[in-house]
């Protein structure tokens, strides 16, 4: 008893409550923070990976797999809570007997795994497999760290966890800022660009006459050798790393050697921070690019001329720091130049997206040299295809020379241009009777299987045993009446035969459904083109021909376009050659011209 102020009252002791030490971070009952360690463990490992390989476009990203691990694995981790909790209620109900718990759990737990797998896939845009493996994996390194990590000495814990934590902060980081870099450019400096659709150029937009080569070497060094050349190069090229299948040069360049534009040209592309590129468009079609740049030295836009200084060489690779020898990655992309192509062994001359060998396109008179090993001696040599790659203008003057007879034999001129037939000739296959798409299509006029059985070129849609596609004749036969019934479909609109062009490459339907989006009654091409995205391609082929993901998508809707705008370039240089003949009297009647 003790007397305060005349008042009976009791002493009441107030006990301190301890300061919590960091071991009570890694001791303690943090179940969530270990379980969050824990599951961080293979995502750090995937981003490993990607460092390893050299990775420049993963199917996730270092941030992404880490978003993806956490999220999959908390899901499934308060799945399981969530079953506990549940179970004692519903055994006291006695809806379930306790031999059954660890069926429930464990179904819960997969059922939860599929739902964060399939809402992770779709978030990311990664395949199913990846997002599920990662959170299941994340799951059960997650919850083996909650198990585990309270046993450990201080002394392994810690260096663990931070590890592991700083892990997710760095992949956090790079995530943030490669967003960010990707608003900028897109987004933020996107919307001060305006925004227009080109018109199919009536007029051919390369000049009339044979492509000139380039006259400057592009790095500024005494010795102007090509250490690397295009095409196959072996199969151990840079100790496993380099690609089997270059499609472009590597030249000699030592650190800091200043490199030169090879061209007239507008600068379109530059990415300073990551690859060091620079991409060069210099008209005709013709685009060259310039990667592992340590410096850029000129901006998006810039109009320059041949011998423009527009970098310093460097080993510049996907992360933005050196990761190669010094050396110039050289690329020449011709799109006048079909991606079909190939030479008598069946090799293809044309690599990736267009890039073709740049050598074809060098003068002689540089006198550059090239390396006797790494493909410089494969598959002909250092000027192998450059025989394939001829001017649009040459292609439609030797296509009308070799199958212009065929074609004014099935082709009405009151209907429509024979020329429009050389025009897709040209672009389809480039007048190789042999050409084979690699996707299903063959022939002159690339007739699928499918349409090829439709049309009378094989007996079956497999086009087993009988296959006529690779027959000129027939094959011309069978395009011209396709071309017909396409125009037929689209007579009543006044750019009917651009429709037509376009839905030779993709299908009417997909034409028909653009040219409604427009809301108008006789839309032009340019009009119909806008309405052409990888949504409608999406709605009219669904996940059929490979068209599952959106980068497949995007990629059709441009093909389609290129297509019409390729096509319509080939025919303007037919007209353009028929006038000639026509004034001079020369060959007159090779085109068809009564």
């Not at 090509?226 to 040069?249: D, L, P, Q």
């Not at 002689?364 to 025989?387: A, V």
């Not at 996940?543 to 497949?552: E, L, P, Q, V």
Request: glycine residues 10%; neutral net charge.
């Amino acid at each position: 008893m003790n007397l305060q102020n005349g008042k009976n009252n009791k002493m009441v002791r107030r006990e301190r409550k301890p300061k919590r030490e960091l071991s009570d971070l890694i001791h303690g009952k943090w179940e969530a923070l270990h379980h969050t360690i824990g599951s961080l463990l293979p995502p750090t490992a995937y981003a490993l990976g990607l460092e390893i390989m050299e990775t420049s476009d993963p199917i996730l990203s270092a941030g992404e797999a880490a978003a993806t691990g956490l999220a999959g694995s908390f899901a499934i981790r308060y799945a399981d809570k969530a079953i506990d909790f549940l179970l004692p209620e519903m055994q006291r109900e006695s809806y379930i007997r306790k031999n059954q718990r660890k069926i429930i759990r464990g179904a819960a737990q997969v059922v939860t795994a599929v739902a964060a797998g399939t809402i992770l896939s779709y978030i990311t845009d990664a395949p199913f497999m990846y997002t599920a493996l990662l959170s299941v994996a994340s799951f059960i390194t997650g919850r083996s760290a909650a198990e585990k990590i309270p046993g450990m000495r201080y002394s392994t814990a810690v260096p663990a966890s931070m590890f592991l934590l700083g892990s997710c902060v760095y992949m956090s980081t790079s995530g943030i800022v490669n967003s960010a870099t990707i608003i900028k450019e897109n987004v933020i400096e996107g919307n001060n660009k305006t925004m227009h659709v080109e018109a199919i150029p009536q007029e051919p937009q390369i000049e009339y006459a044979a492509k000139p080569p380039f006259t400057v070497w592009p790095a500024q060094d005494n010795n102007k050798l090509v250490n690397s050349c295009f095409g196959y190069r072996g199969e151990f090229i840079a100790g496993g790393k380099g690609s089997k299948h270059h499609g472009g040069i590597d030249i000699q360049a030592p650190w800091h050697t200043p490199i030169v534009s090879v061209g007239n040209g507008i600068v379109t592309e530059v990415d300073a921070k990551r690859w060091g590129a620079v991409t060069i468009d210099h008209g005709n079609g013709i685009t060259t690019q310039y990667i592992h740049m340590d410096e850029v030295l000129v901006k998006e836009g810039e109009k320059i001329t041949a011998g423009t200084k527009i970098g310093l060489s460097g080993g510049k690779g996907p992360l933005g720091k050196r990761q190669y020898d010094a050396h110039l990655h050289f690329i020449v992309d011709d799109s006048g130049v079909s991606p079909y192509i190939q030479d008598a062994a069946g090799n293809k001359a044309v690599l990736e997206s267009g890039n073709v060998n740049p050598l074809c396109y060098m003068d002689d008179d540089i006198g550059f040299t090239t390396s006797k090993r790494s493909g410089c001696n494969t598959q002909g040599g250092k000027n192998k295809y450059c025989g394939l790659y001829k001017s649009p203008l040459e292609l439609v003057i030797d296509i009308e020379k070799d199958y212009g007879e065929i074609v004014r034999r099935y082709v009405d001129p009151n209907q429509f241009d024979p020329g429009l037939i050389y025009a897709l000739i040209a672009q389809e296959s480039r007048g190789n009777p042999n050409a084979d798409s690699g996707t299903g299509a063959a022939g002159l006029m690339q007739f699928t299987k499918d349409t090829g059985f439709r049309y009378g070129l094989c007996d079956n849609n497999k086009c087993k045993g009988r296959d006529d596609r690779t027959n000129p004749e027939r094959s011309i036969s069978a395009g011209v009446a396709y071309y017909k019934k396409l125009q037929e479909e689209f007579k009543d609109y006044a750019d009917k035969d651009l429709f037509a062009i376009a839905a030779y490459n993709a299908g009417s339907e997909v034409i028909k459904r653009a040219i409604g989006k427009t809301e108008w009654s006789d839309p032009a091409w340019d009009q119909v083109a806008m309405m052409i995205t990888q949504d409608l391609i999406g709605d009219v082929y669904g996940t059929k021909n490979g068209m599952k993901d959106i980068s497949a998508r995007e990629k059709k809707a441009l093909e389609i376009k290129d297509h019409v705008t390729n096509v319509n370039g080939y025919y303007s240089f037919y007209l353009i050659r028929k006038e000639e003949v026509s004034e001079t009297g020369v060959q007159k009647e090779t085109l068809g011209t009564e």
